[in-house]
């Protein structure tokens, strides 16, 4: 039983309650398995198993679209190629800079995964992307944290690295008391944050929106007086929603790995 | 509305670290697969394809110069061909000025050999008429002396000689009196060249 049906049993069940909007409980549905290794709770609910399924499903798809790669691809090759190009080419080569092709494999894992995973949110029975729980997407971002520091630090040294982020070059010493902050908030707290937020409030709210508009569908359809007449713009709002929701899908994929670009480009390339 | 008291508990930004952990396994996960296969059999194909691509065109190129020395080659062997053809006719053409001039020669040899066979039997033959004549005009001239006289002579003109006498005398007179203009019995090759 998902949450979305628990919370559209609710709605069913409103009678002269007035319409109960779905809330954070979409987020946490029922503990399907609890167990607990070295301490630490494990809870899988049905997102933890949308998260291997979007996993496995990647995988699969990757291995079989790479196995026998040849010069002429097939249709499935094409389709992986297309993917891993957009992020080799689009973002290994031409963002993070000349020296950046090493890192291909790693930006386009972090692409496919997000991509995988962000689809969830529109497949039919799953329909919630794990991106939409702050875990996983905050995983990504401490991975690309550590890696970017520890790319700048190898790149540059140590020395140098940090030098460069607190007293930014060309900046006119007094300044650095405004500047020196705002570096260190920008580069060790706010982007890594952001880089997690962003995908995490996108597949959030865009989950929140077509539960919302999906259930007051169901509510105005079903309350019995004139309402009805809205039923259908809340439906029809729910599939345009879906729509954007597919292009959000795609495009926080694509946010993510070009900003981790950026930030991989300044860790290797001596800025300023 | 058991849900509602459940959300108190939660706060969507501080997620429990079982999550985290699950999160750090599935996407080792994908890591690990496209390092260990996708990447390096993408990369494979794409050289690969580079490889396909800049090999046609080197093949191509290739093969383009190859019809451009053979070109160059036939055109060669073309000019070759024709100075060739000049010189053997060239060749024939002296070839056949020379067997002319030769066949000339050994005609003139052979006109002036006929001829001078000719001369030579005419000579012969004269020689043999004049000795014929010899005899025959020893015996005429006694017969003819006997006839006048009215009795043989014969006998006495054989026993002196007479006639042969008189004869090698008419020889010996004309011999000395015209050289070679009468007795042509000697031929002197006229050498026109």
């Known amino acids: 039983m998902t949450s979305s049906a628990l919370a559209l049993g609710d709605v069913l069940a409103a009678n002269g309650e007035g319409f109960e909007a779905p809330g954070l409980g979409e987020f946490y549905p029922e503990v399907i398995a609890n167990f607990s290794v070295l301490g630490v709770d494990f809870e899988i609910t049905r997102i933890t198993l949308i998260l291997w399924i979007a996993t496995l499903a990647l995988v699969a798809f990757l291995y079989l679209a790479s196995r026998n790669a040849k010069i002429v691809p097939g249709k499935l090759q094409f389709v992986g190629e297309t993917g891993y190009s957009l992020v080799r080419d689009g973002i290994a080569r031409d963002v993070v800079g000349p020296r950046g092709l090493p890192f291909a494999p790693f930006l386009a894992s972090l692409f496919f995964f997000i991509l995988a995973n962000n689809l969830m949110a529109i497949i039919p029975l799953a329909q919630i992307s794990p991106m939409s729980k702050f875990a996983f997407p905050l995983v990504l971002a401490a991975i690309c944290w550590v890696l970017y520091i520890y790319i700048g630090i190898r790149e540059q040294g140590a020395g140098r690295y940090f030098k460069d982020i607190l007293f930014l070059p060309g900046v006119p010493k007094p300044m650095y008391i405004l500047v020196t902050p705002i570096e260190i908030l920008q580069n060790f707290v706010v982007r890594p944050f952001t880089l997690a937020v962003r995908l995490f409030a996108n597949m959030f709210a865009g989950h929140m929106l077509l539960v919302v508009f999906s259930l007051g569908a169901v509510y105005l359809f079903q309350v019995g007086n004139y309402s009805v007449v809205f039923g259908p713009v809340s439906a029809l709002m729910a599939i345009v929603m879906t729509f954007f929701e597919l292009l959000v899908i795609f495009l926080q994929a694509y946010v993510f790995t070009v900003l981790m670009g950026t930030y991989l480009n300044g860790s290797i390339e001596a800025e300023h | ?193």
């Open chain 2, 1 to 193: 509305m058991l849900i509602w008291a459940a959300e108190e508990e939660h706060n969507p930004l501080l997620p429990p670290l079982g999550e985290i952990i699950i999160g750090l396994i599935a996407f080792a996960i994908v890591l690990f697969v496209m390092f260990k296969f996708v990447a390096p059999q993408f990369e494979k194909a794409f050289v690969a394809r580079r490889d396909a691509i800049e090999g046609g065109i080197e093949r191509a190129e290739a093969m383009q110069a190859e019809a451009k020395a053979a070109l160059e080659q036939y055109r060669a062997q073309l000019a070759e061909a024709r100075t060739e053809a000049a010189q053997i006719r060239d060749a024939a053409r002296a070839e056949g000025q020379q067997i002319i001039e030769e066949l000339r020669a050994q005609a003139q040899e052979e006109s002036a050999r006929i001829l001078a066979r000719g001369e030579e039997q005419l000579a012969s033959s004269r020689q043999q008429v004049v000795n014929e004549l010899r005899g025959q005009i020893g015996t005429l001239a006694v017969d003819l002396a006997g006839r006048v006289v009215g009795e043989s002579l014969a006998d006495d003109a054989r026993r002196s000689g007479t006639v042969d006498r008189f004869l090698d005398d008419l020889d010996g007179m004309t011999a000395a009196s015209s050289d070679g203009r009468g007795g042509s019995s000697v031929y002197v090759p006229q050498d026109a060249r």
